[in-house]
């Protein structure tokens, strides 16, 4: 079974740095990777798929790295605001007749201040 | 993409009552899937719904607990039944964007409280 996990659990920032959250997955047979963005209370908003041919995407300031072999993706955002703070959460895809499900991970809880 | 319409938003229930979550997406997809996030967790998987056919659980997940209903490609509702405070929780839907089975989008979650 597909294992996620996310690091650091938390992390409260001035504005203006730049980040680095970090995902590893057990199983490297994935199909794709998403990171979503959930605000308190709230579904997810798709950030930045990267698909499983894929190495990385990047969307304004949001770039993501993924490595298959090692089990490894990487979010960084550049130049933070306040307006990012939310939990970032990392999902493998699985493949084959289960596409579509997702495993997740506990999610990165994202705070910047002004 | 695909936008996703997840109904109610919240709500507050009495122990032992049921609830009924809808979930209508804006094109027609093939599997919707029904996540649960309890307080402080993430996202666990309750089960895959095709339409056509019975909603495949996952472990952990029953049928007379969380039934759900699949009658065509654009619409689900899932009912969370005999509820008790355990089940206060974020439920989430959520589907593939595209038939290449890329991109997943969710709903705008239903936050459940039982008192």
């Known amino acids: 079974k597909q294992e996620v996990t996310q690091i650091p659990a938390a992390l409260s920032v001035p504005e203006g740095e730049n980040l680095v959250l970090n995902c590893s997955f057990t199983?490297?047979?994935?199909?794709?990777l998403q990171w979503f963005r959930q605000d308190p209370g709230k579904g997810l908003t798709s950030l930045l798929l990267i698909q499983s041919s894929q190495r990385e995407q990047t969307s304004g300031r949001l770039n993501a790295s993924l490595d298959k072999s090692s089990g490894r993706s990487t979010l960084y955002i550049a130049a933070s605001q306040p307006g990012d703070s939310a939990t970032y959460l990392c999902?493998?895809?699985?493949?084959?007749?289960?596409?579509?499900?997702?495993?997740f991970g506990r999610g990165t809880q994202l705070t910047v201040w002004p | 993409s695909a936008v996703i319409s997840q109904k109610p938003s919240r709500d507050i229930c009495q122990r032992g009552t049921s609830l009924t979550i809808q979930c209508q997406v804006d094109s027609q997809v093939t599997m919707m899937f029904w996540y649960r996030q309890q307080p402080g967790q993430s996202l666990t998987l309750i089960a895959t719904a095709n339409q056509g056919s019975e909603a495949t659980y996952e472990s952990g997940f029953v049928i007379d607990k969380f039934p759900i209903s699949r009658p065509n490609l654009t619409f689900s509702t899932l009912t969370v039944s005999n509820m008790s405070p355990e089940d206060s929780s974020i439920y989430l839907c959520?589907?593939?964007?595209?038939?290449?089975?890329?991109?997943?989008?969710f709903g705008q979650g239903t936050r459940l409280t039982v008192v």
């Open positions: 999902a493998a895809h699985d493949r084959g007749s289960t596409l579509g499900r997702l495993y």
């Open positions: 959520s589907v593939l964007g595209d038939p290449a089975g890329a991109e997943a989008f």
């Open positions: 199983d490297s047979a994935i199909y794709n």
